[in-house]
């Protein structure tokens, strides 16, 4: 089939320009900051007049996504894709108006149309970014200077790991999350170890606080919080909202063809990624079903494969991967142990702690625990939660077990090389079933 793609920005979104490619990167150098500042002693070496130089490391992170930008502007031209640089907007039935930066008008026609515009930082009402003292994950991303104190306000995968990173490179990092705990989609238990985490690193962590007010200063930002606790005043050099995103589905002429929005403006999909109208398509962000870029590319191998009539699935979305990658890193996919319980399942829980795998204690990073849900009656895997080194890395094994309907005894049979961090896995699957055999 002939293909067009129309963006106004970059090629490959966010997530490969300022998400999450670069903070990956970032975060490597926030781990290996962390090593040379914190660990010497436990490791044995000594680093005089130690000097950490952030703006490399943001310099670092924009190669790595440059590279991959080209990578897929590559793909682009060897598989005969138009590329339209501009901001689109549907016209009618089948018809895409693309205004180029010189003002320039082209029209396109097609007969089916995908709606992949993402989404874009939700913000406190009242208070607006400047770039420079209230910053959202966009220019936290690309600044090159470290603040000296940074109040984040937002606890969830976007808050955890910037003050993972600024932390590391000797930062004053405030955590502020309204719910009760931080990571507040997790497990209750991640929460805990998480929380327990940040705050031996020296992260404070103020949960279940409201912003009441946030300002900027001369000299940096008052946050007036409000919650449980009396209210207090922050303040800082910085702060970073990152409460959340928004559809971005506004000005692009949805309303010229009737496409259908839900809630909060998100653009309504069965499960084939169509949307009411026949011929207009929606994946991703947009949709509002899972903000997560792996399942964005998901929907939009089943779109396409929809479209040209091609064998699909439909997803799960309450089985998909989830992770964060702070320190210690976060995993999960399906329900937490609360929500099993309250839609009646007999559970059995399965876990094993890393402080007694070889591998992590080699690697000097044995905090944290691997948490396996099945129901009791029938085997079923019914979720997983996993805190700990690497542990983004260990999930795929999990959510492949659930989707081909293997049960933990099929995992605790499955022999694991040792020493790695994957027989966690193993010796969890072992607990689930009742015969432990390091524990």
């Known amino acids: 089939m002939k293909a067009a793609i129309v963006d106004k920005e970059w090629l490959g979104g966010v997530c490969l320009n300022v998400g999450c490619i670069p903070s990956k990167a970032l975060l490597k150098n926030a781990e290996v900051a962390h090593l040379l500042r914190e ?58 108006a693309v205004v180029d930066a010189s003002g320039k008008t082209q029209e396109l026609k097609a007969r089916n149309i995908i709606l992949a515009t993402g989404a874009s930082s939700s ?33 969830g995968a976007i808050g955890l790991e910037f003050a993972t990173i600024w932390n590391a490179y000797g930062a004053k990092v405030t955590l502020v999350e309204m719910l009760p705990r931080i990571a507040p989609p997790e497990d209750e238990e991640v929460s805990k170890e998480l929380a327990k985490a940040f705050s031996k690193r020296g992260i404070e962590i103020l949960a279940g606080a409201k912003v009441e007010s946030l300002e900027a200063t001369k000299t940096g930002v008052k946050v007036k919080l409000t919650g449980e606790k009396a209210s207090q005043v922050l303040e800082a050099e910085q702060a970073l909202v990152a409460i959340g995103f928004k559809p971005n589905s506004a000005d692009l002429g949805l309303e010229a063809v009737g496409v259908k929005l839900g809630p909060r403006g998100m653009v309504e999909i069965d499960g084939r990624m169509a949307t009411n109208i026949p011929g207009v398509w929606a994946i991703g962000d947009v949709t509002g079903k899972l903000m997560l870029a792996h399942v964005a590319s998901a929907m939009g191998i089943i779109c396409a494969e929809n479209i040209a009539g091609a064998p699909t699935v439909t997803l799960d979305y309450e089985m998909m991967p989830r992770a964060t990658y702070s320190e210690p890193q976060v995993a999960s996919f399906g329900l937490t142990e609360a929500q099993a319980r309250e839609r009646g399942h007999e559970v059995k829980v399965g876990r094993f702690n890393f402080q007694a795998n070889g591998k992590a204690l080699g ?34 094994e999990l959510t492949l077990a659930r989707m081909m309907e293997l049960t933990t005894a099929e995992i605790a049979r499955n022999v694991h090389a040792h020493p790695t961090l994957s ?14 055999i390091q524990m």
């Open 423 to 436: 027989e966690v896995l193993m010796e969890a699957a072992h607990a689930a079933e009742g015969h432990a």
């Open 123 to 155: 913000m406190i009402p009242g208070v607006a970014p400047d770039g420079t003292r209230i910053l959202t994950y966009k220019e936290a991303i690309l600044q090159e200077r470290l603040p000296k104190s940074v109040v984040i306000i937002g606890a």
């Open 39 to 96: 660990r010497g002693k436990e490791f044995g070496f000594t680093v005089d007049g130690l000097k950490l130089d952030y703006a490399a490391a943001v310099k670092r992170s924009r190669q790595v996504s440059d590279r991959l930008v080209k990578g897929v502007g590559f793909l682009m031209k060897k598989n005969a894709i138009d590329v339209h640089m501009g901001t689109a907007r549907l016209t009618g039935p089948g018809l895409v």
């Open 363 to 396: 690697l000097g990073d044995y905090a944290g625990w691997v948490k396996i849900l099945t129901d009791a009656k029938y085997g079923e895997i019914l979720g997983a939660h996993l805190v700990g080194p690497e542990v983004t890395e260990l999930l795929p």
